[in-house]
């Protein structure tokens, strides 16, 4: 039986999702309202239009608040440990980081960018409803997005499902997910997401996903760190 969500909610609210406070969603929105209004003045100029020394000023800091508030969403998702550190993801899906390593490589797995540069993972991969292979099918069909496409496709609900494709997932439905995935991997138009959710897979500029590099400490391959 469905849970009864609060008004202040949307009817399709994920049903894996943790239930915000008023306060919470409250702050949410405010935040996807400044992070609008910063693109919005970004656009204020027509293309044609030469930039200045203002007009340039004026859309870093759009972009500098855009990426605060979206780094505030990653750290809210670590702190519902609906993001996990590597020690954390590694305990709770039972694997080691030989393991962790060869999945980012392979795009089985992907990591969302958190505070000073960490990296963190969806807790839902330790979700004992889902074969974790089968999470591992989908993630490598999406592995050409970027992270926050990635996680936002896993936890949004998705016409074609009905459901988010977690959701779908636990109902065995792979095929269709898979599907999905292909369509969203290709380009086709994904749900809508906030200015501050698209961004929130990054809190900083848009970078490399970490690659393997057997001569590097791990620590070094997982946050994307280059010798110079």
Known sequence: MPRK??????ADWPDHARIPTRAEWERAQEEDRVAELAFARMREHPPSTAPTPESIAAGDAAMAEAYKRAAEVVVRRIESRELL????FCEAV????DWLSDALTEGRLFAITGPHGRSFF?????DARIKRADIEQVARVLSPRDPSSQYGFFTSIRTSLQ????DALRAGRLDAVMRAAEMHAEGAPPRLLSVVDELAGQSGPLTVPPQHDPSGSFADVLNGATRG
């Not at 969500?5 to 949307?10: H, T, V």
């Not at 550190?85 to 954390?88: A, F, K, L, R, Y």
């Not at 039972?94 to 980081?97: F, S």
Request: contains cysteine; negative net charge.
């Open 5 to 10: 969500l609060p008004d202040y909610l949307p």
């Open 163 to 166: 459901a988010t494709p977690l």
């Open 122 to 126: 969806p807790a839902f991969y330790a």
């Open 85 to 88: 550190s590597i020690d954390e």
């Open 94 to 97: 039972g694997v080691t980081c």
